[in-house]
């Protein structure tokens, strides 16, 4: 069974929809370390539930995720002055059931991210590997899940998959973990996997990409369409190719549905309020999918700012006025994208 991984996605804290069932898998899990990193090649994942072994020195016991290794009990040593506490940098298994819900559609895994990298199991099957820690990425689960029935999620975090994260441990930055949210989202079979907007000169164009059946048609073709609303004001988004293959080439986006598509709409940026430092005004964006009937099939609510950052030699420009910024420089200090942290 192949289960591949989507990236480009929407972390689902950042959006909502009235089209969409969704479970948050964060709170309470139980972990056992893995100093030896052999449960892989011991295959752990088939022991449900978890057991620690006394002839090693691995430890187990519950934790809350989101969170960081080494902010559990016993695995951390004090904070770091970087505001990361330091510790224990090696496997860990983490693992928690859950009831499946009732809802027809695509279910995926989503994973709003982890460091330095997962291997995660549905009930002992094999689901993906998870290797970019500030990506958000989603497993299709529709297949192993059975309605009304517990079932059991395991995520391996390991130092060995560092990867991505290599420079950073060279920096010092010694933390590992899930540190964003685990959710599992049932969607529509053709849906909008993420939208945004972006200010180009004197318009908005509102872009959006869609998985599933019937995307990379137009609307004479009798398939779905794609609106959308912001400030108040509509547009229809024209078909403008698929992402990850020619664009030029419907026929293969046609034949296969988990190819995304994407779709382009502008607006006249007259008498929409703009997002500046000083008065940071917020839209709602709200894109949906529209089957040939005028039925919404799918509906995503995303809350944006329409605000236009250039340079111009040595200096940053804010619908073309000169601004100061000042920040950290790098992801994994930013308080939305990096780890949780408590430097109280």
Not at 49 to 72: F, M
Not at 119 to 141: E, K, Q, S, W
Not at 171 to 187: K, L, M, T
Request: include cysteine; charged fraction near 20%.
């Amino acid at each position: 069974m192949s289960h591949t991984a989507t990236f480009r996605l929407m972390d689902p804290t950042s959006y909502t929809s009235p089209t969409r069932t969704r479970t948050s898998l964060s709170g309470t899990w139980r972990y056992r370390t893995d100093t030896e990193d052999r449960g892989l090649a011991e295959s752990w994942h088939s022991s449900l539930p978890l057991a620690p072994d006394q002839s090693t020195s691995d430890r187990s016991g519950t934790c809350s995720l989101p969170w960081a290794i080494q902010s559990i009990g016993g695995l951390s040593d004090p904070i770091s002055a970087a505001g990361f506490p330091n510790g224990y940098l090696g496997t860990v298994w983490f693992q928690r059931e859950f009831v499946s819900p009732h809802a027809s559609g695509v279910w995926s895994l989503i994973l709003g991210g982890v460091a330095p990298a997962a291997h995660v199991y549905l009930d002992g099957t094999h689901i993906g590997f998870a290797g970019a820690p500030m990506v958000t990425v989603a497993f299709d689960i529709t297949e192993l899940l059975t309605p009304d029935k517990t079932q059991t999620l395991t995520i391996v975090v390991r130092e060995q998959d560092v990867g991505m994260m290599g420079g950073y441990r060279s920096a010092g930055h010694s933390w590992s973990g899930v540190f964003r949210d685990v959710w599992i989202e049932c969607r529509p079979g053709a849906a909008i996997r993420s939208c945004w907007a972006r200010v180009d000169g004197k318009e908005v164009v509102l872009e959006a990409e869609t998985v599933g059946p019937g995307g990379a048609t137009q609307k004479d073709a009798g398939r779905p369409v794609l609106g959308a609303t912001i400030g108040g004001r509509s547009v229809e988004l024209e078909w403008s190719g698929a992402t990850e293959t020619d664009p030029t080439d419907r026929s293969a986006r046609s034949a296969d549905p988990d190819v995304p598509v994407s779709y382009q709409g502008r607006i006249n940026l007259e008498r929409l309020p703009r997002w500046t430092s000083d008065q940071p005004e917020l839209l709602d964006l709200e894109v949906w999918i529209e089957s040939g009937d005028g039925t919404r099939t799918d509906t995503v609510v995303r809350t944006v700012g329409l605000s236009a950052l250039r340079t111009c030699g040595s200096r940053f420009l804010e619908h073309g006025a000169p601004i100061f910024l000042a920040g950290a420089g790098q992801e994994f200090f930013s308080p939305t994208i990096g780890p949780p942290t408590d430097q109280s």
